[in-house]
């Protein structure tokens, strides 16, 4: 069974920082490819970054290029998400996702596990 828990989530700052982890389990996880997306009320859930099997390759949503960072430690099998200089749009729950067969990474239906999400909250 094939589980992803979110943590680090909270209420930060405008410029502040936070760093998100999702843990992984009951997959092979160097398989993956790993992704976050957010979704912030009313809204649909929007691609933020999302990370290859290797972790050599990266794609970042043009909103948070330059400020958000992604990793993995596929011996932890856990992958990071570090958000620098938070802004109040900023704000959603965010999710971590795991897929195999992608053709670019951004798309909702290209990831097949979904953790439960933690909730941002960037005050102005």
């Known amino acids: 069974q094939v589980q992803l828990k979110e943590s680090g989530g909270g209420l930060v700052q405008a410029g502040g920082s936070l760093r998100l982890s999702c843990a992984a389990s009951?997959?092979?996880?160097?398989?993956?490819?790993m992704g976050w997306f957010r979704q912030a009320p009313g809204k649909g859930r929007e691609f933020v970054i999302a990370?290859?099997?290797?972790?050599?390759?990266?794609y970042y949503a043009d909103s948070v290029k330059g400020r958000f960072t992604i990793s993995r430690d596929n011996a932890k099998n856990t992958m990071y998400l570090q958000m620098n200089s938070l802004k109040p749009e900023d704000t959603a729950v965010y999710y971590c996702?795991?897929?195999?067969?992608?053709?670019?990474?951004?798309?909702?239906?290209?990831?097949?596990?979904w953790g439960q999400g933690t909730q941002v909250t960037v005050s102005s």
């Open positions: 009951g997959l092979t996880f160097n398989n993956y490819g």
């Open positions: 996702a795991v897929g195999r067969d992608f053709k670019t990474h951004t798309m909702v239906d290209e990831y097949n596990y």
């Open positions: 990370i290859n099997w290797s972790g050599i390759t990266r």
